[in-house]
């Protein structure tokens, strides 16, 4: 089966990011984010592309843009949907939904999995998470990680699968 994980993080208030930034640093939540998403098709908006400095290794970046002109700044796949985009993966492939918000509440109605990492604060933010429907999502884990020397906030990994 084609599974579609949204995999983010975001604050207790839902927040993403900021100028198209992330308003922390947590060491630990980018092993994670690596771990989960190498080997992988990775899909994402224009902007989450731009905010990365160059192309993430061992991954197949597919970027969502309306811009039929758009020349990303390394090489990738340029689609102009998310269905086209998730027509590029595989009967039984696995790939992650990177981001960012415009891109997230797009897939909520057809992603099989969310990997969410939660912020336990709250930030000032531009761009946020879609609300989590609790009758169609349900928790299957949840791994809490306390504030530490190379991590100012608490935060907790949850994981959703479609009811």
Known sequence: MKQLIIIAAAAENNALGINNDLPWHLPDDFKRFKALTSGHKIIMGRKTLESFPKALPNREHI?????????????????????????????????????????????????????????????????????????????????YHPKDDKHKFDFTYLTYKRK
Not at 110 to 117: M, V, Y
């Open 63 to 143: 970027v969502v843009t309306r811009d039929q002109n758009y020349k990303p700044k390394f090489p990738c796949k340029v689609v102009h949907s998310l269905e086209e985009a998730i027509g590029l993966v595989g009967d039984e492939e696995r790939s992650f939904i990177i981001g960012g918000g415009e891109i997230y509440k797009q897939s909520m109605a057809i992603a099989t999995d969310i990997e969410l990492t939660r912020i336990h604060h709250s930030f000032e933010a531009d761009t946020f998470f879609p609300e989590i429907d609790e009758a169609a999502w349900e928790l299957t884990r949840e791994k």
